[in-house]
């Protein structure tokens, strides 16, 4: 108990410093959350994208269902064909009306007639996509494919940049945060000086001496850590109907339940959520642990 109460003391008696060490750990946990949220968007996104179909053939009028499946069979013979699905025109139209049924406008100047019929083609790995696209586009009667192979690998792209910016910013923010604690430890553990002696005089033992200290370093990383959690919570909370409509056709997941209102949070879920307040939480004891530890270390010879 002491000790506790001294851990609070030296927190209180030393505001400013205390301040700086909390900010300095918020913002490094924050960012590390913002790159967290961004990587499991991107990787949302990717997921879904890959879960589509990965080439969409659009066929001219001329192309009748014999003739499609045909050129089905020649893609089933490569070896290289996952799955084909046939979309005829009243499909098409079925699907049209499904995702326009709140435009009366657009339903009524469309019909089955001036919309193609199409196969939605995926490939059993991505690198075959570019062989079944040449072999579809060498058909006759082919009038349009659509290839999301370019969207996954723009996707691919992204988070790689995503992530190694965060990384090297990450390292960046830790080793500042690291040295402002280890120079705030320091600076305390020099004022209290006299007060080391008189403990080792008396007979107290290094660890009941550094704990208040290295107490307080811990308390540094819980503080900055719940504050970066909370911000980028309510954050999230905040962006997510810009996030759905922007992402229109994903399906968001639930965060929770309440009373039949189901409250969404994409791409984020309430596990989730508590999941990274726990990695948070644990960054920040590690963080402000090693940096008061070497600052015991360092500057209290015992």
Known sequence: MPNTISTWQRIRRTPYQVVAAVFMIFLTLFVMAVFMVLAATSSAVLTYF???????????????????????????????????????????????????????????????????????????????????????????????????????????????????????????????????????????????????????????????????????????GICGATMAWIVVTISTLYLSPFMTSFFTGIPSLPLFKLSGLTIYIWPFTFPLFLLLWILLLLAGIIIGLVGSLVAVNRYMKY
């Open 50 to 220: 890959e879960t589509k179909p990965q080439l969409t053939v659009f066929f001219k009028d001329e192309k009748d269902k014999t003739a499609i499946d045909t050129l089905v069979e020649k893609l089933k013979n490569t070896g290289k064909l996952a799955n084909s699905v046939y979309i005829s025109k009243e499909q098409a139209l079925a699907i049209y009306k499904e995702q326009n049924k709140n435009d009366p406008l657009l339903l009524e100047m469309v019909t089955a007639d001036i919309l193609p019929s199409s196969l939605e083609v995926s490939a059993t790995s991505p690198q075959y996509l570019v062989d079944l696209s040449e072999i579809v586009k060498s058909e006759s009667g082919v009038d349009e494919v659509v290839f999301q192979k370019d969207v996954v690998d723009t996707l691919i792209t992204w988070t790689s940049v995503v992530r190694k910016i965060g990384l090297v910013f990450m390292l960046f923010l830790i080793s500042a945060t690291f040295f402002i604690i280890l120079t705030s430890i320091g600076m305390k553990i020099a004022f209290r000086k006299e007060e080391v002696e008189i403990l080792k005089l008396v007979g107290a033992t290094g660890w009941y001496i550094k704990k208040p200290f290295i107490a307080e370093g811990m308390v540094y």
